[in-house]
């Protein structure tokens, strides 16, 4: 098998696809065993790949789903600024300017190229045969607040950055960058050891690539990965032609960092074989750390992409043959210099707003909305028992939307981090002053429909101590969709429970109070510090609801009463089915509801 | 026990076959037989097999039983009606769950959650709360727990009821009274509560395994009374000991009451014989192979011990019991091998027992792995399973060629040996993954292959990976109820004590440890075991503040608070690859505790000098010269300690076939194992 001449054999190309998937894992559990901060290892905000030499992707795996693909565009620009004919065995490149590197300067990424051959064969005699890449989240790199920069108007208060800088020349590591490192952040310690995993994990992907083209020779694995390569396009394109033709767009907007709203506009093509996404419609880039560089927005619609055609493979570069997409320079979603680009929750919303616009298109293969967000809480201060400096976040699960064959799903992470758990209330409770009151399904919270949106959950943190708190979120103000006639699920929001006091500790970014008609105080982003016995109540939102909430089966409608999924109150008014309180269906009064409507 | 009464009876039920087995601890005799699995009425296949074999139920000491009845009930839903009664506010955590889905599943826009055992409608909220220092901050509300499992039973109709209340890991007084207040009212329906299975925090991880519990317990009691009226009837009366799924055994009556403990115990034995037989004969560190009809299971034991972990899952469910880390792979006798556009794929999906592998001629026409053997040459079609089964070699190639080498435009062989190519691969990517996630290499293990097709493909396996040697045991394909008779009684304790280390003394730990030695020695010698006959093994659970993950550090013989902080940074060292600056901290102290058997020995035999007549030759595919080429066919009956046989050869047993290649050597070693080594595919 190793000495194959002409035609290479299936199970080769399947061996050598295999063990291309097995390095890229291999690579995900070096950093994961090696990482020294939480985010990376229990969030998993990371992204991984392996490239060949011609930069196509050849094996990934993505901790956060929506980092798949998201080294492409920026080892391109590697690429480009240090020059392909700079680069020498042993050398390891960083690289964090978020306009090349497709999210914010926390998230940095490391690159190295690989050769045939170790640092010790000059690169006139050696052969690059690939690169690997990892990105993964820094706690603190120059930015000017800790944890989360939520207010910054230009990129330079966000952090330092590396542009394609050598940290490892030849195999030696560079003392005068990483003392660069050392003396820009508050915690030099475990960023240093982040950037250690890093590169632990690039030396995994480095010499699993240098064994297999020791063992089958680099004529082999090329023609192994072509064939992967045209394996992977040939089966997104057909799934491609399998989609209708035509041209789609929808509309949703942000919260913002103010309550004013960010358009968000998609317009998507599907023409044959090909797929174009197109984002000139969304609003141009804003003073607010919320627009996303080029590089984020193809991962987007990757993510998108991919869910319709190979969702059940592992990535390569072939799969994405059929993708194009536009987004012009200065918009929202090609931000340009110096616009900032903390968080890339824009980026998050925008995954559903595909979506939005594919189901006018395919309706029997989209959901309706999501909960459409990442309802993020972030504690941090002082733990009284340890006097130690704590910083603990949970995102929250929102529900998923219906389709037209089953009911959404309750309470899971939105599509864009699949992964990601939440943390338990007893670690919680361990780790933080807080304690809660509850952690439950919001009744009612699902779109109706014939099939039911999934329901969005709430979480209440009572405060024990004087802590600090933000909140990154934003999908507060627009509601979801649902389709063909099922209704939107209830909004993400957030309700504080504050004392009189509070006004000069707490800053409310985004105030929802004119969406609701009770005398709860409903927000979106805030930051500020709270006092014992404050709550935070997180209520995320539903899922869209699926076809006309009349033609529900009454018998479904009844199993969600008595599940108190749905209340009797809304199983009259939106689904028309009226539930006896011994929890029957009054056949006769549902009838006359059903009918009244005239639907 | 009167004097004769020496023997031990280990029975094993599988997907096809009831194993069951003997071992007189008098004339050291094992002997061993077969009966068919009889899913309807588990305990008749049982019965048969013990009727099969012929031993006098009157005169054993012993009777060890492995079953899969809780991991079918749950696998088949089939199990109870199950409510759940906790704190008011959290009835949906066991919902809600840890809101992420599995890998699988990550870019699937339609994803749904797996069917729940326990709708919303049984899961009743009461106040009354506990802290995270276990303090009580509300007392519990009887009267609301009386009027839930009124709920649960009179309206909801639950025959079992799991009770998980927050922080009951550090002081289980709610679960208790709860349970005494629904014991009290409703005798007849079980319960189970969390902190009686498990003493490790996370309120949805511990609420699933209480619920799991709950789940199939009814089930599994009147299984056991049922074997046990029936085993009484013949004369029996000796401890009837239960397979557990992290090692070991426990008693019947202590797995009726947490029947949870039992439900992945089903690759258990094969461990057990695994590690015993590894430390007896000197080999610590193995690879295990289990290779069978539908799947192959590996698992890692290093030191003498298998790989065990405290978290993994069921049906997508996790459950909070120690269980062996087994990482299982769609690599069978049965997978089937199939063309995705141009790529050949082997499994997941396997052809199972019904119809099988082409070659069984039951109506199978996928390829699997099996048929690429029969084309390969390694199984002789006339001597299948001693004989019993005819194969059909040439349906086999038929479907390889028309499924698989057409279409690729290539031959049978050469396709067949692709097929055995892919399968290696994952399996080379899946030990590779059990290995260095643990920070081990390993080619510096031996490789144990057992279930009817490990001989076969094992040493290859080792040839691609560079292990040295392949340990193939006698009577492979029972293995597993071998093991069972090996199985030591084993009980984990532990507690969950989060604290700074700094904040502790070293009398802090060992008070701890000591409570949980009293609560083991009392367990074992309940159960007749003398202190003499009992180890006791302590470790801790520790990690740096703030991170989430743990590892486990040897705490036997600890001198100082110093000492553990070594003894942790050591550890997370070798697992990790650095040590930190950070503070250490304890979470969980454990204390697994057991109960030593006596068991079958090895026996032993001078090597003889003679080396073996080949009975046979057959024309088949060697993988050191990528040919076919011509392999001489041995008895394994006829193979003595001390022989040795050049491959390429086939040896050949009742139940199974040894393959070996011409690069590679067997020596039967004073035991009677095979021991294959050479062979390493070229860098």
Redesign the interface.
């Known amino acids: 098998m190793s000495n194959a001449t002409d035609e290479i054999d299936a199970a080769t190309v399947e061996v050598v696809r295999n063990y291309l998937t097995s390095a890229a894992t291999e690579m995900q559990r070096t950093l994961i065993r090696t990482a020294y901060n939480t985010i990376i290892y229990e969030i998993l905000d990371f992204g991984i790949s392996l490239y060949d030499r011609d930069r196509n992707l050849i094996a990934d795996s993505p901790g956060l789903a929506l980092f798949l693909g998201a080294n492409d565009y920026a080892l391109e620009k590697v690429v480009e600024h240090v020059g392909e004919e700079n680069m020498n065995p042993g050398d390891v490149i960083l690289m964090n300017y978020p306009y090349w590197s497709s999210t914010h300067t926390l998230d940095v990424g490391v690159f190295a190229p690989i050769f045939r051959e170790g640092p010790e064969v000059p690169r006139e005699e050696n052969e690059l045969i690939g690169y690997a890449a990892t990105r993964a989240h820094w706690l603190d790199l120059g930015a000017k607040d800790e944890g989360y920069v939520l207010d910054s108007t230009d990129v330079h208060q966000e952090g330092m950055i590396f542009p394609g800088t050598k940290v490892h020349k030849g195999g030696e590591p560079d003392e005068e960058i990483l003392d660069l490192i050392r003396f820009n952040s508050r915690i030099p310690d475990k960023v240093l050891g982040d950037l250690n995993a890093q590169i632990a994990a690039i030396r995994t992907g480095k010499e699993r690539l240098q064994e297999l083209h020791g063992k089958y020779g680099g004529d082999t694995v090329e023609r192994c990965i072509e064939r992967i390569q045209d394996h992977g396009e040939r089966t997104a394109r057909d799934a491609v032609r399998d989609l209708p033709d035509g041209t789609w767009s929808a509309v949703d907007y942000a919260d913002g960092t103010t309550g004013d709203g960010i358009r968000i506009e998609v317009e998507v093509t599907i023409d044959g074989e090909e797929f174009h996404v197109d984002f000139s419609g969304s609003s141009d880039q804003v003073d607010e750390p919320l627009n996303i560089p080029r590089g984020m927005t193809e991962t987007v619609c990757k993510l998108c992409f991919k869910s319709l055609t190979t969702p059940e493979e592992t990535s390569n570069a072939g799969q994405y043959a059929p993708l194009s997409l536009h987004a012009p320079e200065g918009n929202l979603f090609n931000a340009s210099y110096p616009a900032p680009t903390f968080t890339i929750w824009t980026g998050i919303v925008s995954v559903d707003v595909v979506f939005k616009a594919l189901a006018k298109a395919m309706p029997e293969r989209i959901p309706a909305s999501s909960g459409g967000d990442l309802n993020d809480v972030m504690l941090f201060g002082e733990d009284p028992d340890t006097g130690r400096q704590f910083v603990e976040a949970n995102n929250d699960a929102v529900g998923w939307g219906a389709t037209d064959e089953h009911d959404g799903a309750n309470a899971i992470m939105h599509i864009t981090e699949t992964m990601v758990q939440n943390i338990p209330v007893e670690v919680f409770e361990n780790k933080a002053p807080i304690s809660f009151d509850e952690l439950s399904l919001r009744q009612d919270s699902g779109g109706a429909g014939e099939q039911r949106g999934g329901l969005g959950l709430r979480r209440d943190f009572r405060i024990e101590h004087p802590v600090g708190a933000l909140s990154i979120i934003q999908k507060t103000r627009e509601p979801g969709w649902g389709i063909d006639g099922g209704e939107p699920g209830d909004k993400n929001g957030i309700v504080l429970d504050l004392h009189d006091d509070a006004d000069e500790r707490v800053d409310v970014l985004v105030d929802n109070t004119d969406l609701y008609d009770d005398d709860e105080l409903w927000v979106g982003m805030f930051r500020g510090t709270f006092h014992e016995g404050e709550l935070i109540s997180n209520r995320t939102g539903g899922g869209g609801g699926y076809g006309d909430p009349y033609d529900r089966d009454p018998e479904a409608v009844r199993e969600d009463v008595i599940d108190g999924y749905v209340s009797r109150e809304a199983a009259r008014e939106e689904y028309g089915v009226a539930i006896t309180a011994d929890g029957d269906i009054d056949r006769e009064e549902t009838d006359r509801l059903r009918s009244e409507s005239g639907s | 026990m009167s004097q004769h009464v020496t023997e031990r009876l280990a029975v094993d039920i599988g997907g096809t076959f009831v194993d069951a087995i003997t071992f007189d601890r008098e004339t050291r005799s094992v002997s061993v037989e077969k009966a068919s699995t009889t899913p309807a009425e588990p305990e008749s296949g049982v019965l048969e097999s013990i009727d099969k074999i012929g031993t006098t139920l009157e005169d054993t000491e012993a009777f060890v039983h492995g079953t899969t009845l809780g991991l079918n009930a749950v696998l088949e839903r089939e199990g109870a009606t199950t409510g759940i009664i906790t704190n008011e506010?959290?009835?949906?955590?066991y919902?809600?769950g840890?809101?992420?889905?599995?890998?699988?599943?990550?870019?699937?826009?339609?994803?749904?959650?797996p069917e729940s055992l326990v709708?919303?409608?049984r899961r009743v909220g009461v106040p009354g709360r506990l802290?995270?220092d276990g303090e009580e901050?509300e007392p519990l509300d009887e009267e609301a727990v009386s009027e839930a499992a009124s709920t649960l039973v009179e309206e909801r109709g639950v025959d079992g009821i799991a009770i998980c209340f927050?922080?009951s890991?550090r002081n289980p007084v709610h679960e208790q009274q709860a349970a005494e207040i629904v014991r009290e009212a409703y005798p007849d329906v079980s319960v189970s509560i969390s902190s009686a299975i498990t003493r490790e925090?996370?309120?949805?991880?511990r609420t699933s395994t209480a619920v799991m519990d709950a789940y199939i317990k009814p089930i599994f009691e009147s299984y056991i009374e049922n074997l046990d009226s029936a085993l009484s009837e013949q004369g029996f009366d000796a401890p009837f000991f239960v397979t557990r799924s992290g090692g070991g055994t426990l008693t019947a009556e202590s797995a009726t009451d947490a029947p949870v403990h039992t439900i992945l115990s089903g690759p258990a034995g094969g461990l057990i014989g695994a590690s015993h037989v590894g430390r007896e004969t000197g080999r610590e560190n193995l690879i295990t192979v289990d290779m069978g009809g539908t799947s192959l299971d590996a698992c890692v034991i290093e030191d003498g011990t298998p790989a065990v972990k405290y978290d993994s899952r069921l049906e997508h469910q996790p459950l909070m019991i120690p269980v062996y880390d087994i990482r299982t792979i769609g690599a069978g006798g049965g997978s089937i091998a199939w063309?995705?556009?141009?790529?050949?794929?082997v499994g997941p999906q396997s052809a199972g027992a019904d119809p099988g592998p082409v070659a069984y001629g039951q109506g199978g026409t996928e390829p699997t792995v099996t048929d690429a053997a029969v084309a390969l040459g390694y199984i002789d079609p006339a001597d299948f399973l001693g004989g019993e089964m005819e194969l059909d070699a040439d349906g086999a190639r038929d479907a390889i060629d028309e499924v698989l080498a057409e279409p690729?435009?290539?031959s049978v062989t050469?396709?067949s040996?692709?097929?055995f190519?892919?399968a290696?691969?994952?399996t080379?990517?899946a030990i590779?993954?059990i290995t260095?996630?643990k920070?081990l290499d390993p080619r510096e293990f031996s490789m144990m292959a057992f279930g009817g097709a490990g001989p076969m493909f094992v040493p290859l396996l080792a040839r691609e990976m560079g292990v040295d040697e392949v340990v193939v045991p006698e009577a492979p394909s029972v293995f597993s109820a071998m093991g069972m008779l090996m199985a030591d009684v084993v009980y984990d304790f532990a507690r969950t004590n989060?604290a700074?280390l700094s904040d502790l003394e070293l009398s802090d730990l060992e008070s701890t440890f000591e409570d949980l030695d009293d609560e083991a020695i009392d367990t074992l010698t309940d159960e007749g075991f003398d202190e003499e006959g009992i180890d006791l093994e302590h470790t801790l659970e520790m990690r740096y503040?703030?991170?989430?993950?743990t590892v486990e550090v040897d705490a036997n013989g600890i001198e100082s608070t110093a000492d553990v902080s070594d003894r942790f940074e050591r550890k997370h060292e070798d697992?990790?690859?650095?040590a930190?600056?950070d503070p250490p901290e304890v979470v969980h102290q454990r204390v697994r505790a057991i109960g030593r058997n006596d068991k079958p020995p090895l026996e032993r035999a001078d090597p003889v000098d003679a080396s073996p007549n080949p009975v046979d030759t057959r024309d088949a595919y060697c993988f050191a010269v990528?040919d076919r080429t011509t392999f001489d066919v041995y008895d394994r009956s006829d193979l003595r300690p001390g022989a040795a046989v050049d491959g390429p050869a086939v040896v050949r047993e009742p139940t199974t076939t040894i393959v070996f290649h011409s690069d590679q050597t067997a020596t039967v070693d004073e035991y009677g194992q095979l021991i294959i080594d050479g062979g390493e595919?070229?860098?």
């Open positions: 506010g959290f009835a949906d955590v919902e809600i840890r809101t992420n889905v599995e890998r699988d599943s990550m870019y699937d826009i339609r994803y749904q959650k709708a919303r409608r802290n995270a901050v927050l922080h890991y925090y996370r309120e949805y991880e063309l995705d556009g141009e790529l050949l794929k690729l435009d290539s050469d396709v040996r692709g097929v190519d892919v290696l691969a994952n080379v990517g590779r993954e260095i996630e920070g989060i700074a503040l703030g991170q989430e993950h697992r990790y690859g650095h930190m600056d990528d595919v070229d860098e």
